[in-house]
């Protein structure tokens, strides 16, 4: 049984940093793609970030190129997502998931497995 948990929410004022981590167990973490994905108070998730399999390619949705990374140590099966130069507009419950495949996508129903998400509240 897949099981994703994150940790590393909380509150931070603007311009701060927070580090999100993902633990993973139950499946060979080192054989599929990583997610982060974020869901903000009355509005759908969306794609944040994804690392291949291997680390040796990423993708930033626009909102967050240049402020966040996404990275994963594969003997530690844990997934990290990097936020600095917050924003108010970054708050939301973040997800990660992790792929079917060894490459990067997109699209939430590429996405097997979910945690149960860690919340980031960024105050002005």
């Known amino acids: 049984q897949v099981q994703l948990v994150e940790s590393g929410g909380g509150l931070v004022q603007a311009g701060g940093s927070l580090r999100l981590s993902c633990a993973a167990s139950g499946r060979t973490f080192m054989m599929y793609a990583m997610g982060w994905f974020r869901q903000a108070p009355g509005k759908e998730r969306e794609f944040v970030a994804a690392?291949?399999?291997?680390?040796?390619?990423?993708d930033y949705a626009d909102s967050v190129k240049g402020r966040f990374s996404i990275s994963r140590d594969n003997v530690k099966n844990t997934a990290y997502l990097q936020m600095n130069s917050l924003k108010p507009e970054d708050t939301a419950v973040y997800y990660c998931?992790?792929?079917?495949?060894?490459?990067?996508?997109?699209?939430?129903?590429?996405?097997?497995?979910w945690g149960q998400g860690t919340q980031v509240t960024v105050s002005s």
């Open positions: 690392i291949t399999w291997n680390g040796g390619s990423t």
């Open positions: 998931a992790q792929g079917a495949v060894q490459r990067i996508v997109r699209p939430e129903s590429a996405y097997p497995y």
